[in-house]
């Protein structure tokens, strides 16, 4: 499975927009970029994935590089229910379903 | 999006007790699904493929006969852990991932283990 790199951890202001990189630079044509985020004693949840083009659903944005090598999680406005542990994982169309979880980035979101 | 339940959300047993987890996806169905042990402090670790009709595949390091995994239908997997030690306490997770596309997987609430 292709790796990825995330800062160990990021502090945000509340209502403050929120920028999570992530680095992928061996990452190959089929695969799909997800981000899941784990609240606190909380299974992950699911936030967004992407291929190749910029993603905007009701929770967030990803901002895919051109060369796709890194990419953005976006919060527009950080709540202190966003507080947790976000995750950057690459898939494998047709390949295995299995995700392999790294230490992700913790983001602290301050009042 | 989808839903996965697991039950009980924590349980607290005797060493040398076996204890069964169930995952269940609630509006999907599901012909894999994974078990992930997550220790304090720690990240999701992968544990076993569940797989409805056959066996589970477990990772390196898993013992197969401590951690008996049975996928009875299409909406149901369960996690038994047999003769329970202190150390299985952990936070079990299970997830189910959507069949067709990207493989987005959806994720239970967990299961708190704690074995005295």
């Known amino acids: 499975d292709a790796k990825t790199t995330q800062p160990n951890s990021m502090e945000s202001n509340e209502e403050e927009p929120v920028h999570l990189p992530c680095n992928h630079s061996t990452i190959s044509g089929t695969d799909y970029i997800h981000w899941y985020r784990q609240l606190p004693s909380q299974g992950p949840e699911y936030v967004i994935h992407g291929l190749t083009s910029n993603v905007n659903n009701r929770m967030a944005s990803l901002a895919i590089a051109e060369d796709r090598k890194s990419s953005t999680l976006i919060l527009h406005r950080a709540t202190l229910r966003d507080a947790a542990v976000y995750y950057c994982i690459l898939t494998f169309q047709g390949g295995s379903e299995k995700l392999v979880f790294g230490k992700g980035t913790k983001l602290t979101v301050n009042p | 999006g989808a839903v996965v339940s697991q039950h009980p959300s924590w349980v607290i047993c005797k060493s040398g007790t076996s204890v069964k987890i169930e995952c269940r996806s609630l509006?999907?169905?599901?012909?894999?699904m994974f078990w992930y042990r997550q220790f304090p402090k720690q990240s999701l670790m992968l544990m076993a493929t569940s797989n409805e009709g056959s066996k589970a595949t477990y990772e390196q390091g898993v013992e197969k006969d401590k951690f008996l995994i049975n996928h009875a239908s299409l909406t149901l997997s369960t996690l038994t852990v047999t003769s329970a030690h202190p150390e299985d306490s952990s936070f079990y997770i299970c997830?189910?991932?959507?069949?067709?596309?990207?493989?987005?997987?959806?994720f239970g609430p967990g299961t708190r283990l704690t074995v005295l």
């Open positions: 509006d999907f169905q599901a012909t894999t």
């Open positions: 997830s189910a991932p959507v069949v067709a596309g990207p493989r987005t997987q959806y």
